[in-house]
Every structure is written in C-alpha cells, then in structure tokens.
Nanobody
Framework: QVHLVESGGGSVQAGGSLRLSCAVS????????MGWLRQAPGGEREGVAT???????HYADSVKGRFTISRDNTKNTLTLQMTNLKPEDSGTYYC?????????????????????WGQGTLVTVSS
C-alpha cells in the first residue's frame, strides 16, 4: 500500500502564496496518477490538479494560471505551488494517488475515484 503525508498548509492573505508537499512511501506502483484535492468546510471534495508519471498536468479551471503541480518520481514527492491565492481557495487539501495513469484527466472531475489519499493539510486564505 502507498502512504501519503501532506505538509505546507497554513494561513495567508489573499494574493499570497503557499507551497504544499506530499511525501509518498510504500508501493509506488500505485502512484501512476497523483493529484491534489480540496474540500471546503461543508463542501464536497473537488479536484484541483492531477499529474501522471510523465509529468502531464491537468488543472481545474478555477486554479489555472495560479497553481502548478509537479512530481519528482526519484524522490517520491508531489508538490503544489499556489500563487495569487483567493479566499475561495481555503479548505483542506489532500494528496491523492491512483494506480491508473490513463484516467488521470478523468480523476480531476471525479476525485472520489482516487485509490488513496492522505490526511490533508489546512489552507486558510483571508481577504
């Protein structure tokens, strides 16, 4: 099994930046597709960005141009660089992994299909 641990969350003012990291351990064959999901209080879990082993990213429209997802397959890490943050970006951010590389774009719109996700890290953006 794969184990995912997020870090880097915190509080920031609107317009600020944060960098989230995810440490991956265990069976990395289950990480063909990786992604970041988020859930606002009282809201549903939504896909923010996904990336396959080849480094091809997919982004939700709401974060395009502001967020950048990247992965280091040799260090088994996943990163989300977030800039120009808005209050609506607030929520708990989860690192997620899936064994299928071919449905990586689909997982962005159906994040609950990811095989596994971490415990989450909280991001709070104040106006």
């Amino acid at each position: 099994q794969v184990h995912l641990v997020e870090s880097g969350g915190g509080s920031v003012q609107a317009g600020g930046s944060l960098r989230l990291s995810c440490a991956v351990s265990g069976y990395t064959g289950s990480t063909k597709c990786m992604g970041w999901l988020r859930q606002a209080p009282g809201g549903e879990r939504e896909g923010v960005a996904t990336i396959n082993t080849g480094g091809v990213p997919h982004y939700a429209d709401s974060v395009k141009g502001r967020f950048t997802i990247s992965r280091d397959n040799t260090k088994n890490t996943l990163t989300l660089q977030m800039t120009n943050l808005k209050p609506e970006d607030s929520g708990t951010y989860y690192c997620a992994a899936d064994r299928s590389e071919y449905r990586c774009s689909r997982l962005l719109s159906q994040p609950d299909l990811f095989d596994r996700w971490g415990q989450g890290t909280l991001v709070t953006v104040s106006s």
